[in-house]
């Protein structure tokens, strides 16, 4: 237990850094003059003393493959090639989600250089489904000569055996079966023949590694490709949007599509950051929990094709547009996601939070949201999570897994052996359709099959912690360092810290549940901190009434920008009486 506490204020036992990563974060201090919290992070992350260097400054030359290890990337390539030099007509599939829709506009950007606007297509989620399906596959067919199947299709052998009229080739990264499906090319890091090593690749970075094996083919012709590194922006929505693990290639992609993000070039994303009010430089977080919830809005209860026609809009005033009313969607989707978690909460409580399975189900559920809901529930029990939606006898449904636990191989299983209607996705997350009778009995098998992975002895959602930190010392500086490690997210968590022995200096509400605050080390050293949500558990009204008091605050630091200056922050996670 880290600072002693077991069970914090929001029911969690803290755990700080290991004897081992505290020995490895002391050396990488010693042998690279870098400050020990930062060396904390990097011990964590696993990085040794020879790595430090590229480690912090991920190149995609140093960390990129050559494309043409993935099987029939060279031959995807060579498909989309001929088919734009000899302006043939190009359709292109695409998922409803931010990685399909970034997919698709990653294709319109290659497409231009050529002077060819391709026909997007994007199933409605309520209609039509997840992936391809044969009516839309065969209209697509009569008018198309080449058909793209991008974050879909891997598994959709039925929809592609239907087409006879038309070339199709297949850019995706869900888990593939053993037979593949008829096209001409299957480019899929998680095809049954593939090494694995680029298995963490979201289908942005799928496509992005096809067009790049592309851009070279036409350099050995003769030919001047257009430049990808600027549409890099969208391969790093994607990879944080889809929860990507960040390593390898997936963190310069991340790392260098921030960059080109902050030129403010795509028009689309302009739009969007403006009407979320982003006044400062673009990070992960923002991808994560600002942009990409709004371009996924259109997929879940909206129009589907919005987020893909906003990301590769060429018209400033289109693109506004399609911003504005995404971001209302994204409004009516909270709304709606508020009533299911509710009722998904309350039915997964009194089913149990101890099994290897958290799941629920009832009519009417919009599955537009049962993805979100699963990841609540996920979060709140560190255990995997399905919710599934019944319209009548046909119940569609989300799930979300937890690190180490293969939640797509599990739900493809029940596909296979006929448990359910059809299933599939990856580790982290799946997707499962299924009759009402099948339900019980599926979920009992997944339940077992997941118990068999581990899931069942997972305790409760521990709050891991770098190291200890002083307000005096959380600067500007600090954490302009804690950034080069980054950047964030899945599989590798932001730099998280503890104040120990801290007094609540000053205290107030704002907006609807969130907290303000200023801690103090009880001397001249002060820090500004801000507890989102605050009022939504025991954690706001125990801060909001600590005045004066001591209290261990563990939070993330970040820069707080107003009226042109910048400030450390500290966003609190958790607290506990010193």
Not at 52 to 64: D, G, H, I, K
Not at 191 to 215: M, S
Request: aromatic share 4%; net charge negative.
């Amino acid at each position: 237990m880290f600072l002693g506490v077991e069970h914090s204020l929001t029911g969690r036992r803290w755990l700080g850094p290991t004897a081992i990563v505290e020995r490895q974060a002391l050396n990488l201090n010693q042998q690279n003059n870098l400050p020990l919290p930062l060396c904390n992070v990097l011990a964590r992350l696993g990085v040794t003393v020879e790595e430090v260097e590229s480690f912090l400054n991920p190149t995609l030359r140093a960390t990129m493959s050559d494309p043409k290890l993935l099987k029939d990337c060279s031959l995807a390539a060579q498909i989309i090639i001929e088919a734009a030099e000899n302006t043939k007509a190009i359709a292109i599939f695409a998922d409803y989600d931010v990685d399909g829709g970034a997919s698709a506009a990653l294709i319109f950007d290659f497409l231009a250089h050529f002077h060819i606007k391709p026909t997007l297509y994007v199933p409605d989620r309520i209609d039509e489904g997840y992936g391809p399906n044969s009516e839309a596959m065969r209209a697509l067919a009569t008018s198309h000569d080449l058909i793209i199947c991008v974050d879909c299709g891997i598994a959709s052998h039925d929809a592609l055996a239907s087409v006879t009229d038309a070339d199709v080739i297949v850019l995706d990264h869900h888990l593939g079966a053993e037979t593949l499906p008829p096209a001409k090319a299957v480019v899929n890091p998680n095809r049954q023949d593939e090494t694995g090593d680029l298995a963490h690749l979201c289908a942005a970075g799928v496509v992005f590694l096809v067009l790049i094996e592309a851009a070279r083919l036409m350099r050995e012709k003769g030919k001047n490709p257009p430049n990808l590194l600027d549409s890099l922006d969208l391969v790093a929505l994607a990879t944080i949007a889809d929860v990507a693990p960040l390593v390898g290639i997936n963190r310069a992609f991340v790392r260098q599509g921030l960059k080109v993000m902050g030129q403010r070039k795509r028009l689309g994303l302009n739009a969007l950051s403006d009407i979320a009010q982003l006044d400062t430089a673009p990070s992960a977080y923002h991808l994560g929990y600002v942009l990409g919830p709004r371009i996924n809005a259109g997929g879940r209860i909206g129009e589907a094709d919005l987020g893909a026609r906003l990301l590769s809009s060429v018209d400033p005033h289109e693109a506004a547009a399609m911003a504005d009313k995404l971001d209302q969607l994204n409004s009516e989707r909270r709304a709606v996601e508020a009533t299911v978690r509710l009722a998904a909460f309350e039915q997964a409580e009194a089913r149990g939070l101890d099994q290897p399975l958290i799941w629920a189900s009832d009519d009417g559920w919009h599955p537009g949201v049962v993805g979100i809901v699963a990841s609540r529930l996920k979060e709140k029990t560190n255990r995997p999570a399905v919710v599934i939606g019944f319209d009548g006898d046909i119940g569609k449904g989300s799930g979300r897994s937890v690190s180490g636990i293969d939640l797509g191989a599990a739900i493809q299983r029940l596909a296979r052996d006929g448990d359910i209607e059809k299933g599939g996705g990856h580790k982290m997350a799946a997707g499962l359709s299924l009759s009402r009778m099948q339900l019980e009995p599926a979920m009992e098998k997944l339940n077992n099959l997941l118990k068999s992975q581990g899931a069942g002895s997972l305790g409760p959602a521990d709050l891991r912690i770098d190291g200890i930190l002083m307000p005096g010392g959380a600067t500007l500086e600090l954490i302009e360092h804690l950034g080069r490690a980054g950047p964030y997210g899945a599989n590798a968590s932001a730099p998280r810290f503890a104040f120990p022995d801290c007094t609540i200096a000053f205290a107030k509400p704002v907006g609807e549940s969130h907290l303000k605050l200023t801690i103090s080390d009880g001397f001249e050293n002060k820090l500004d901190a801000i507890c989102f949500g605050a009022f939504d558990s025991p954690l706001g009204a125990a801060l909001n009434e600590a005045k004066g008091t001591k209290m261990h605050i563990v939070g993330r630091l970040e820069v707080n920008t107003w009226g042109g200056r910048s400030r450390p922050q500290m966003r609190i996670e958790d607290a506990n009486p010193a």
